[in-house]
């Protein structure tokens, strides 16, 4: 009313760029995590950990993130076009499952590293001079590489927005209050709690492989988890 057509296009605008944006950080995750898997599927079963080879870079020659960013997009290009999508969102409704079980595991990981391993807080220096054979391992609280995260959490932190019409179709809107509150409060728990004993479990002993220089190459087994 107050800025006219402009304002109007502009409000339709604005969200659509963002959306795309988160979009765009979904998929190159999604195209991250599928091409290591293939990777560690295929020495799961063949044993043959030589003759695959993760690639860092895309590439059209060999095997690489290229082909599996295309599977991806002819996948969700499929499952878009159709216009009864109820079946696949019951299918990903079954997602927390999944979700809670990775939970469990990374918070049984990091309870069993904090009986095995001799943590302290240090600087990144510190860390990087750990001797990975023995128990004692150098937590980092604060470091200025911060920026390589920024864009992965806030895409998460986007789709809470989704929350407006889980409240819009509450059952018991006079409730709203209190179950808005008590989501974030669940979210905000899970993120302290998943990220600090992540941080703690992969720091174990049991994982020294991860930092070893001379690990095997293509690193496919770090890549996937």
């Given at each position: 009313m107050?800025?006219?057509?402009?304002?109007?296009?502009?409000?339709?605008?604005?969200?659509?760029?963002?959306?795309?944006?988160?979009?765009c950080v979904f998929f190159v995750t999604m195209n991250q995590v599928l091409y290591p898997m293939i990777l560690a599927v295929d020495v799961w079963i063949s044993g043959n950990k030589e003759g695959v080879i993760f690639r860092q870079s895309p590439t059209w020659e060999w095997f690489s993130s290229n082909y599996t960013a295309i599977f991806i997009l002819a996948l969700v290009t499929i499952v878009c076009s159709k216009k009864d999508?109820?079946?696949?969102?019951?299918?990903?409704?079954?997602g927390v499952?999944?979700?809670?079980?990775?939970?469990?595991?990374?918070?049984?990981?990091?309870?069993k590293s904090l009986t095995d391993t001799n943590f302290s807080i240090g600087t990144m220096e510190?860390?990087?001079?750990?001797?990975?054979?023995?128990?004692?391992?150098?937590?980092?609280?604060?470091?200025?590489?911060?920026?390589?995260?920024?864009?992965?959490?806030?895409?998460?932190y986007f789709l809470h927005t989704c929350s407006l019409s889980i409240v819009r179709n509450s059952a018991s809107p006079e409730k709203t209050t209190r179950d808005v509150f008590l989501g974030y409060l669940l979210v905000f728990l899970s993120y302290a709690v998943v990220g600090t004993l992540g941080y703690i479990g992969f720091m174990g002993t049991d994982f020294a492989w991860y930092f070893e220089q001379d690990y095997p190459k293509g690193q496919i087994d770090q890549n996937c988890l």
């Open positions: 107050w800025v006219g057509p402009p304002g109007f296009y502009a409000g339709l605008i604005a969200p659509a760029i963002l959306i795309l944006g988160a979009v999508i109820k079946i696949f969102m019951k299918i990903g409704s079954y499952i999944f979700i809670v079980l990775l939970m469990v595991f990374i918070i049984y990981t990091g309870i510190e860390s990087n001079a750990t001797d990975w054979d023995g128990k004692d391992r150098t937590l980092v609280l604060f470091y200025k590489n911060y920026p390589l995260l920024l864009g992965t959490l806030c895409a998460g």
